[in-house]
Nanobody, 123 residues
Framework: QVQLVESGGGSVQAGDSLRLSCVASGRTFRNYNMAWFRQAPGKEREFVAA????????YYADSVKGRFTISRDNAKNTVYLQMSSLKPEDTAVYYC????????????????WGQGTQVTVSS
């Protein structure tokens, strides 16, 4: 079992950058596929990015491709989301998710979730 804790959110201006971190408990983090999702007020949770357990594969939503980068440091049990050129439409609660077997763009594909970190981008 894995427990996930996100950090790094905040309030920024359009065009700024932020790096989110998600620290996982447990010795088997390196075996988990990890992802970031986000949920804006009144909207459904949407896929942002995912990375395989070995970091050999990563996937992005079209809306963030070229601006966001997902990475992981298995020695630190941490997955990151580097966000650049932020836009007001990136405003949301960002969630870290993990799963031992699945790497998916669907939130149903992940068994473990953090509590989220708020990102607010003003114009």
């Amino acid at each position: 079992q894995v427990q996930l804790v996100e950090s790094g959110g905040g309030s920024v201006q359009a065009g700024d950058s932020l790096r989110l971190s998600c620290v996982a408990s447990g010795r088997t983090f390196r075996n988990y596929n990890m992802a970031w999702f986000r949920q804006a007020p009144g909207k459904e949770r949407e896929f942002v990015a995912a990375i395989s357990w070995s970091a050999s594969n990563s996937y992005y939503a079209d809306s963030v491709k070229g601006r966001f980068t997902i990475s992981r440091d298995n020695a630190k049990n941490t997955v990151y989301l580097q966000m650049s050129s932020l836009k007001p439409e990136d405003t949301a609660v960002y969630y870290c998710a993990g799963d031992l077997f699945s790497i998916s763009r669907r939130h149903e594909g992940y068994a473990y979730w953090g509590q989220g970190t708020q990102v607010t981008v003003s114009s």
